[in-house]
């Protein structure tokens, strides 16, 4: 069993860009479910993907958006990137109750 | 409003120690779950237990729902268990976790 994957694992992007992070998620699991980690913080959830609908989004702008595909594998996508998008981005996957985190994608906005 | 708040910050340990970290929640839970973050991120599933007592290994954890907090207990800890340690709640009537500040541990050789 791979686990959960994410790519890239570093990312650097300009303010103002668009970037694209992708997590597939361990096998039989089929919520996806993404968060955002600041240096120094607990991770903050931004929402969660269930039969490719968003069933609860986090307080994070229209900027952050998502996508979840058949086979139960998972995009987040923002836009217009600001300096302080700069985060550990976690991707997590569940079956019913326990879930799994991924490795991460850094990213750093410059 | 719903909060997860973990105690203490921050701890410093000599190999060989025991210690207890605390996990207090302000509402009814559906899940709750430890990790261990280790240096490059990755959160590394210790327990899923959002009732009673498990154990595994040096690790041992209890959540008293009703009390509305959980432990976790290091026992002869090592190096290898430095890092930080999140609790993370899943509140009835969400699907989201919500982390607490998490508790920053460095075992000492």
């Known amino acids: 069993d791979a686990g959960v994957t994410q790519s890239p694992t570093h990312l650097i992007k300009t303010r103002g860009q668009q970037v694209t992070l992708r997590c597939s998620p361990k096998?039989?699991?089929?919520?996806v479910s993404w968060y955002q980690q600041a240096l120094g913080q607990g991770p903050q959830f931004i929402f969660q993907?269930?039969?490719?609908?968003?069933?609860q989004r986090g307080n994070f702008p229209d900027r952050f958006s998502g996508h979840q595909y058949p086979n139960y594998s998972s995009e987040l996508n923002v836009n217009a990137l600001l300096l302080g998008d700069s985060a550990l981005y976690l991707c997590?996957?569940?079956?019913?109750?326990?879930?799994?985190f991924g490795q991460g994608t850094r990213l750093t906005v410059v | 409003g719903i909060q997860v708040e973990q105690s203490p910050p921050d701890l410093i340990l000599q190999e060989g120690a025991n210690s207890t970290l605390r996990c207090n929640f302000s509402?009814?839970?559906?899940?709750l779950q430890w990790f261990h973050q280790n240096p490059w991120g990755q959160l590394i599933n210790l327990f899923y237990?959002?009732?009673g007592t498990k154990q595994n290994g040096r690790l041992s954890a209890t959540t008293v729902a009703t009390e509305r907090y959980s432990l976790l207990y290091i026992s002869s800890s090592q190096t290898t268990d430095s890092g930080v340690y999140f609790c993370?709640?899943?509140?009835?009537?969400?699907?989201?976790?919500?982390f607490g500040t998490g508790t920053r541990l460095k075992v000492l050789a």
């Open positions: 993907y269930y039969e490719e609908e968003e069933r």
């Open positions: 509402d009814s839970v559906n899940n």
């Open positions: 096998s039989g699991h089929d919520t």
């Open positions: 993370a709640v899943g509140f009835s009537g969400t699907y989201k976790y919500i």
């Open positions: 237990i959002p009732s």
């Open positions: 997590a996957s569940s079956l019913l109750t326990e879930a799994f």
